[in-house]
């Protein structure tokens, strides 16, 4: 198995169709998997949000006869169409929860559900504009779109049903904060499901340290796990902030 400190930082992943990852499980026989210098051509692009739900239901007819391997890589590809480091962060987000979650001693089962919903968590970013990922013309317009990615993304996992309630929740308030300042709902504390709080500290560290945007200041390893330590903002639940960083900076 490969572990964190054996990957390169910060967390780099490329496909390499003759192998198969450990971590992700994508399976090695999709040859076709699309590259960040060979995008296709996605009817999603641009696309509000009800044009975009209303593509995702031919998805999710597909989606709903799909192997959990196969469910990841059909939203790895939809999260590549659109926006390629928006892909490589939801696996960077992946391994970091995975590892948490193990370093808490969780059953393997919920090891694997929240490895899944951190994979999936961003998927309600699909539908926002160009002008969202290029960081251009932030309108409030934008702005508003964006504060309504979580639930947006639940509103299309909530559509696959093989999709536990966990996972889908890790979508809806991934953007939920401990001290109670978080969104959609202003969950506080205990309120906010585990999982979620889990994939929070991990989303936030792949956030700081992976440059997912024009402009975008990146922090580095060391800054990013002070970030963590000092959790100045309230934002995860400092029960968890020593064993994320355990977890990251051992070895
Ligand atoms: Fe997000």
């Not at 198969?20 to 949000?49: D, G, M, V």
């Not at 709903?64 to 962060?89: F, G, S």
């Not at 559900?113 to 934008?142: C, M, R, V, W, Y």
């Amino acid at each position: 198995m490969t572990t964190i400190s054996q990957l390169p930082y910060p967390v780099k992943y490329t496909v390499d169709s003759s192998k198969k990852n450990p971590l992700i499980n994508i399976p090695s026989n999709k040859q076709e998997y699309p590259q960040s210098n060979q995008r296709p051509q996605f009817s999603l692009i641009n696309a509000n949000t009800g044009q975009a739900l209303k593509a995702l239901t031919l998805q999710n007819t597909l989606a709903n006869n799909c192997k959990t391997d196969d469910l990841k890589y059909l939203i790895l590809n939809m999260l590549e169409a659109r926006h390629p480091q928006t892909k490589q962060h939801s696996i960077g987000v992946a391994i970091y929860a995975k590892e948490l979650a193990k370093e808490l001693k969780l059953p393997d089962e919920k090891v694997n559900e929240i490895e899944t919903g951190a994979l999936f968590h961003d998927i309600g970013k699909i539908s926002l504009p160009d002008d969202f990922f290029n960081q251009k013309n932030l309108t409030p317009g934008i702005v508003f779109l964006c504060k309504n990615h979580p639930e947006n993304g639940a509103n299309i996992l909530s559509k696959i049903a093989s999709l536990s309630k966990p996972i889908i929740n890790i979508a809806k308030y991934h953007h939920e904060k401990y001290d109670g300042t978080g969104y959609p709902n202003g969950l506080k504390g205990e309120e906010i499901p585990l999982e979620t709080r889990i994939v929070s500290i991990a989303d936030a560290f792949d956030s700081m340290t992976r440059k997912k945007y024009p402009n975008q200041k990146v922090k580095t390893f060391e800054e990013a796990i002070k970030a963590i330590k000092e959790n100045k903002s309230g934002q995860w639940d400092p029960a968890l902030t020593e064993p994320f960083i355990d977890c990251v900076t051992r070895k």
